[in-house]
């Protein structure tokens, strides 16, 4: 339930806000193309990452991107309420406020390192003295004006490019200037260890297998079939490194749906069949 709310436009769009939440509460975020920076001033909320339940508490900080599904953050408890800063990033807006080239935190990384699309950002003196600046505005309406909220805007991106996590969001904020691709990565990399085809990852792209497979290679330097085998191996590799799974445990693991198959793609990329890669690392 919401209690309170405030909030400033830029260009007709919704750019910071101030909310308390009383609990119990969910707040929803829309699938659109935009990342939201929350920031924690009182009390706390739970984010699902994957399978796992993240706490966000007090002075700390939530980035996440809203491109692929909707996300929701939320708080069970009966009696706890949360206050919350957030300012969210639009494309079309940032393009637009840097006219002549966008700050290297907007540019895509050189290298793909995940599809992230969320990051935790730990307690920040300087995040926290950014916060205590949009306060004074949020005090004193009057003096807020188009320049000002501009300014405040390309101050978070400046101090966001400077914390530990820089580089994920880095990730993250890039994926809203191709989100097509984003999302194409992300049916690609959920899938890479179960036996779907090369035609039923087409038709999730809604693709077809020409088309699906230029656009493979165009992101990936590779084809589907290369590196879908390649990645399942690696992890194969791994799993037979630092666990005790039984071989056809960890082929079937990774994708293989037979023993003969994964024996024998495994010795031609690593030359050593399973077994004895196993007991060579055990050595």
Same mark, same amino acid.
């Given at each position: 339930?919401?209690?309170?709310?405030?909030?400033?436009?830029?260009?007709?769009?919704?750019?910071?806000?101030?909310?308390?939440?009383?609990?119990?509460?969910?707040?929803?975020?829309?699938?659109?193309?935009?990342?939201?920076?929350?920031?924690?001033?009182?009390?706390?909320?739970?984010?699902?990452?994957?399978?796992?339940?993240?706490?966000?508490?007090?002075?700390?900080?939530?980035?996440?991107?809203?491109? =692929?599904?909707?996300?929701?953050?939320?708080?069970?408890?009966?009696?706890?309420?949360?206050?919350?800063?957030?300012?969210?990033?639009?494309?079309?807006?940032?393009?637009?406020?840097?006219?002549?080239?966008?700050?290297?935190?907007?540019?895509?990384?050189?290298?793909?390192?995940?599809?992230?699309?969320?990051?935790?950002?730990?307690?920040?003196?300087?995040?926290?003295?950014?916060?205590?600046?949009?306060?004074?505005?949020?005090?004193?309406?009057?003096?807020? =004006?188009?320049?000002?909220?501009?300014?405040?805007?390309?101050?978070?991106?400046?101090?966001?490019?400077?914390?530990?996590?820089?580089?994920?969001?880095?990730?993250?904020?890039?994926?809203?200037?191709?989100?097509?691709?984003?999302?194409?990565?992300?049916?690609?990399?959920?899938?890479?260890?179960?036996?779907?085809?090369?035609?039923?990852?087409?038709?999730?792209?809604?693709?077809?297998?020409?088309?699906?497979?230029?656009?493979?290679?165009?992101?990936? =330097?590779?084809?589907?079939?290369?590196?879908?085998?390649?990645?399942?191996?690696?992890?194969?590799?791994?799993?037979?490194?630092?666990?005790?799974?039984?071989?056809?445990?960890?082929?079937?693991?990774?994708?293989? =749906?037979?023993?003969?198959?994964?024996?024998?793609?495994?010795?031609?990329?690593?030359?050593?069949?399973?077994?004895?890669?196993?007991?060579?690392?055990?050595?």
């Amino acid at each position: 339930m919401i209690d309170n709310y405030k909030k400033y436009d830029l260009y007709g769009k919704t750019l910071i806000q101030k909310i308390v939440l009383k609990s119990p509460f969910t707040f929803d975020f829309p699938v659109t193309e935009q990342a939201c920076f929350l920031y924690v001033l009182e009390g706390d909320f739970e984010y699902q990452i994957d399978e796992q339940e993240i706490n966000i508490p007090t002075n700390y900080s939530l980035f996440l991107n809203c491109i =692929n599904s909707g996300k929701q953050i939320r708080n069970s408890r009966l009696k706890d309420s949360c206050e919350l800063v957030i300012v969210t990033f639009y494309p079309d807006i940032l393009k637009k406020i840097y006219e002549r080239e966008l700050p290297s935190l907007l540019q895509a990384p050189k290298k793909i390192i995940s599809n992230t699309s969320s990051e935790i950002i730990s307690n920040d003196f300087l995040i926290q003295k950014y916060i205590d600046g949009l306060l004074f505005y949020f005090k004193n309406p009057s003096l807020v =004006n188009e320049d000002i909220l501009i300014l405040k805007l390309k101050e978070i991106i400046l101090l966001l490019s400077q914390t530990q996590n820089a580089e994920t969001i880095q990730e993250i904020l890039s994926q809203l200037f191709s989100p097509k691709s984003y999302i194409f990565k992300q049916t690609i990399e959920s899938q890479l260890f179960s036996q779907v085809t090369i035609e039923e990852l087409a038709s999730q792209n809604n693709l077809s297998v020409s088309s699906f497979k230029r656009e493979f290679a165009k992101l990936y =330097n590779d084809t589907p079939a290369n590196y879908i085998k390649t990645k399942k191996l690696e992890k194969a590799a791994e799993l037979l490194s630092v666990s005790d799974k039984r071989i056809t445990e960890i082929a079937f693991d990774c994708g293989f =749906n037979d023993l003969a198959n994964f024996t024998k793609s495994f010795s031609n990329k690593y030359q050593i069949t399973p077994t004895n890669y196993r007991l060579k690392l055990k050595k």
